[in-house]
């Protein structure tokens, strides 16, 4: 699927509301910058905010100002003091709902490296890998592609933010691992345009934000977690931590991912994304755990209990996030939302890709 270069890049087209919130914020952002409602989002208490649509999504529409923007959006939004009033709140919420979820992890006397791998050897995360990889039909796995997307088509970015935040060997470490996610400085080989090119064998839009509309909350709170850690230098901890966490739980799915889709017939051109991540993720986790974290630690050493928080906080909404997808298949549903209003009766939430005719099985020689 072709698309335009200027929108391949972003900035993304804006997404529809899913609340009061979002409402609010997605018709402010059409217009030129302006002060909001000061009593907008107080006293916000969601029963659940990892999983509230209207939270998540306007905290999304809050980052994403600081990546790309958004299409037609003024871009002194990013620091317009009313909007960022607003984000603050939706944060403050967001962030306790993740310590609540986590709690404090324990730093053990064996150092931060062994604490990471204490958090990712206990991680009882539901089997989506092995369900991607030997069961999933076609459109599951454009479900899931789908969903990943939205972090995937800027991979490495949220950790980025830590770069000026570093110094020492934590940062050379972190320079190490985001110099081949960046793909060495070769287009070619960015990680963010080789999952391009899957989302393209799987007939799937693959323009900047393509997918923000259809993904739920879970998806959206898998992103907003590395926003709030990236753009909070305070939280620098919590962000190597969630990177160290990333790289150590990578290798085996990746290699489930690419197997699960040669399964389905597919090239390649198609797998080469998670079979990068197989080969460079054994390594990465390596350098995340001793060099970038424990480096980290070595000179700030009160920063041992953010570093397992974010580990432990990415490692918990990833297994909310896989829990919705199997859930979802389950019970023979998509696992994506509709983009249509809120008002439709739910039996409309159930959204369809574009249909895909999967590839010619190779020709046997
Ligand atoms: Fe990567
Ligand atoms: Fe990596």
Redo the contacts with the bound molecule.
Sequence with gaps: MSVPADRRYGPATLPRARGPLSTAVIEALRRPPHDLPTDLGVGLDPADPIVDEDLQLTLFLCYELHYRGWLGVDESWEWQPTLLALRARCERVFEAALRRLVGAPSVPAAGVAAGLAELVAADDGPALASRLQRRADLAQFREFVAHRSVY?LR??DPHSWALPRLGGPAKAALVEIQT??YGNGRLDRM?AE?FRRTLDRLGLDTSYGAHVDVVPAVTLATNNLMSLFGLHRRLRGALLGHLAAFEMT?SLPNRRYGNGLRRLGFDEVATR?YD??VE??AV?EQIAAHDMCGGLVAVEPALAGDVLFGAAAGLAVDRLFAAHLLDSWADGRSSLRTPAPPDLPPTVSLVALPAVAPPSPPALV
């Design positions: 995937h991979e490495a081949d996610e990680h080789l990578s994304f990068e991540h460079a993720d990465h």
